[in-house]
């Protein structure tokens, strides 16, 4: 074993010009831990059963294995973290406890969570880690911090050209500046914390004067700035893989392993993490209650296999001295509305409160996780915590993640680096390439996906949708064929070998459907009984003509496969089965919806209003029918529905709903397809959100009006422009150069699009006095309480 893991390193270094220094250095580093993983796999287990307080079996290492667990518990780092959490000396019992419960979290969090993603990457003991092929995260565009600072002769070092050519550019206030920065500062090829983003200087001579570079903030520098906050994301984002990477830094900084420095700065505080999904925790004070003791008993919980006893006294000590990091996962997996068993999310926010004003004279920090359109104004209010929204993935993380993942792929699997240095090249020119699959690669989880795909398939699809329906085809059997010589599919596993997966898949969407409208997990997957799968599964196939024993035999053998190889269905407990992945879950819920029921429309009417179901309606339309999809976007936009008028806010929300189904199918691809009526639609859209825009009083959030007037922009000519009453009072902004007197709200310097119109008076308190007026656009929605930095016309 140790000659192939040589061979691999030699690999590796001879790969290092296409990988680069960073993942091939990670890839060694990887290959010499599990070079020594016999010895030390030894060593742990002896020295955590002495942290254990067990008496370790006698034989050879054991007093290696005991003289290494003292040596971790009197570490400096482990001495210093425990008299951080007690606020004195601690005793050696007191540090062994500690210790145990780091190195079971950094050994639970350190393995990817690829289970019914990529089965074969999830094994324990040898499957993906997290800390290889964790890409630094940043905060939205707007959110940015010093780089460096200087005459524009000192940043030399950060562009190209001369000091005169980057000077004239800078006068004339335009972004063509970002053209001199270098490649290794550029969004294109540098990770965050080499981001150049910005340059200011508010001085009237610019070459003469002092110039700030910006970067974007870093999400682990937000917890610095903010004692608490909420971080919010789309689906998918890395929101969840923040918290877990965090909490494992912190853990390994503690036990004194290796950190990278820009994933946790020196600077960091010595935190005692603890992870907590927030599912969890609506479980329990559904009979609890929302207090403060119901979230210390979650709390306690989460620390995992300590003696109750003294993981509360950890916790409370560790509390009192200021000395603890909570970090509260998945508000949108927990049901807006109390259900058996769980709270609600404003109950389980009301929770979170009451434990913070408990504990108001500690300075408990705290970061609470959720998808952007679940965290509603009543849920803002009622913590009225700062709120900060995680970045798409640039290029720059693109290149840096693509090749991580592929040479981590070289330590767990059979690839080659010569075939890790192929994927690496072919992924990112593609992406680079090509404007959707940029937009898609922004979304970590669909970039792992992508990679994931192309290893298996070696092709990229051309959507979110496809590219599930590439995952999902993986894991319904085909990928053991295209790895594992003499694999077997499902179909053939089952014995029903004339059949494929597609036959199959209309199954996989009933049960995904089901578990969606239960969602009783933690983090918002559903429970299936086993005897509901089994009977489910039954009769389906005697739907196939099969006799009763015969139909019994295959459900058994389908359930078998899709538990033991597929990945797709896991135990829970002794009486229920849960889906893998939310994701996969979500995906296969929108395929019932819109080729699994008889009229997809009515469906997704029913579904509109939770925001739970908006993931599944978008990826499911995005396998539609065109005549399907004509029908429910006519449904959306329509005044009536089941022959009475809609309400006003709920006519309202369908407007945005279908503008949005819209620019994610992409209307210009819409209009080449048969049977959807775009140009009816899009009119449609634009007269509606125009009614919208224009009433006075409109029940909606001033957040909901900006974006509908956004969605305004995406469709085309404003139709006020055609109204004599109107059209003087506006004007067209294209190609208007940016500005903006107010500076209260970060912005983007973009120009607005073709058909955003203004209005020409120019007394408003956020608007430029020149006679040209001018826009720049928000880089974040306005948040309740902010005031009103846009244009009068969408607030």
């Not at 562009?159 to 550029?186: C, I, K, N």
Request: net charge negative.
């Amino acid at each position: 074993m140790s000659d192939d893991i040589e061979a691999k390193i030699a690999q590796l270094e001879a790969m290092r010009a296409v990988l680069g220094d960073a993942a091939v250095d990670a890839g060694i580093a990887a290959l010499r831990q599990e070079q020594g993983a016999g010895l030390r796999g030894l060593i742990r287990t002896l020295s955590l059963a002495t942290l254990r307080g067990q008496q370790p079996t006698a034989g050879a290492g054991t007093t290696q294995g005991q003289q290494a667990g003292r040596d971790i518990v009197n570490s400096p780092q482990i001495i210093n973290l425990g008299t951080l959490m007690y606020g004195r000396d601690t005793s050696e019992d007191e540090r062994r406890q500690l210790v145990y419960y780091l190195d079971t979290m950094t050994r639970r969090l350190d393995q990817l969570p690829l289970q019914g993603i990529e089965q074969r990457l999830d094994q324990q003991g040898r499957g993906m880690s997290l800390s290889s092929v964790y890409t630094i995260l940043a905060l939205e565009r707007g959110r940015t911090v010093a780089f460096a600072r200087g005459q524009l002769s000192a940043l030399r070092r950060f562009f190209s050209g001369s000091v005169h050519e980057l000077s004239e550019v800078l006068q004339t206030g335009a972004d063509t500046w970002m053209r001199y920065v270098r490649p290794e500062y550029s969004i294109d090829h540098a990770v965050p914390h080499n981001q150049i983003v910005g340059i200011t200087n508010n001085n009237q001579w610019p070459h003469r004067n002092i110039w700030t570079l910006e970067r974007p903030m870093l999400c682990v520098e937000a917890i610095v700035q903010n004692q608490r906050f909420v971080l919010l994301g789309d689906p998918g984002s890395g929101k969840s893989t923040f918290v877990r990477h965090l909490a494992l830094m912190l853990a390994r900084r503690a036990l004194g392993l290796q950190v990278d420095a820009t994933a946790l700065p020196d600077h960091f505080p010595a935190y005692l993490p603890i992870l907590l999904p927030l599912r969890r925790l609506a479980q329990h004070i559904a009979t609890a209650g929302s207090t403060a003791e119901a979230v210390v008993a979650a709390l306690v919980q989460a620390m995992g296999s300590h003696p109750m006893q003294l993981a509360s006294t950890l916790l409370h000590e560790a509390i009192r001295q200021g000395g603890v990091l909570l970090l509260f996962d998945g508000l949108d997996e927990v049901p807006t509305e109390e259900a058996v068993g769980c709270a609600s999310r404003l109950q389980t926010l009301q929770a979170v409160r009451a434990f913070t004003n408990q504990h108001h004279h500690a300075p408990v920090a705290i970061v609470l996780t959720c998808r952007g359109r679940a965290f509603s104004e009543d849920l803002r209010d009622c913590l009225a915590w700062p709120v900060e929204t995680l970045a798409p993935f640039t290029m720059g993380q693109v290149r840096h993640f693509v090749p991580a993942w592929y040479t981590e792929l070289i330590r767990t699997t059979s690839l080659s680096p010569e075939a890790a240095g192929q994927y690496t090249r072919y992924l990112i020119e593609h992406i680079a390439a090509s404007r959707q699959l940029t937009e898609m690669a922004g979304t970590p989880l669909l970039l792992t996906m992508m990679a994931l795909v192309l290893y298996n398939k070696s092709q990229l699809p051309r959507d979110r949708p496809r590219l599930y329906e590439d995952i999902l085809d993986l894991l319904l059997g085909r990928w053991d064929t295209v790895s594992e010589k003499g694999g077997q599919t499902l179909a053939e596993y089952i014995g029903l070998s004339e059949w494929d997966s597609a036959r199959l898949l209309p199954l996989l969407d009933r049960l995904s459907y089901a578990a969606h409208r239960t969602a009783e997990s933690e983090d918002g997957r559903g429970r299936l009984t086993k005897s509901a799968v089994r009977e489910t599964l039954i009769g389906f196939f005697e739907q196939t003509r099969l006799s009763e024993g015969a139909a019994f035999e295959k459900a058994g053998r389908c359930l078998d496969y899709m538990q033991q190889r597929s990945g797709l269905l896991l135990p829970d407990g002794n009486t229920s089965y849960m889906f893998a992945h939310l994701t996969l879950q979500e995906h296969c819920a929108g395929r019932y919806i819109v080729l699994g029921s008889e009229d997809p429309a009515k469906l997704v009417l029913e579904h509109r209003a939770d925001d739970r179901w908006r993931e599944p309606i978008m990826l499911g339309l995005g396998l539609a029918p065109p005549a399907d999809l004509d029908d429910v976007l006519e449904a959306l936009w329509e005044r009536d529905e089941a022959g009475q008028p809609k309400p006003r806010e709920r006519w309202y929300r369908d407007l945005i709903l279908a503008a949005e189904i819209g620019k994610d199918r992409e209307w210009a691809y819409l209009q080449t397809l048969p049977r959807i009526k775009v140009a009816k639609h899009q009119e449609q859209l634009r007269w509606g959100l125009t009614e919208l825009l224009n009433d006075p009083a409109p029940p909606l959030t001033c957040t909901e009006r900006f974006h509908s007037g956004f969605l305004l922009g995406e469709l085309g000519s404003d139709p006020r422009l055609l109204d004599p009453a109107t059209a003087p009072v506006l004007m067209d902004t294209t190609g208007a150069p940016l500005r903006q007197a107010h500076s209260g709200m970060g912005m983007i310097d973009r120009p607005m699009r073709r058909s955003t119109c203004l209005p020409t008076r120019t007394n408003h308190s956020a608007w430029s006095s020149s006679t040209s007026l001018t826009c720049r656009i928000p880089s974040r929605l306005p948040l309740p309480g902010d005031e009103c930095r846009v244009c009068p016309l969408y607030c």
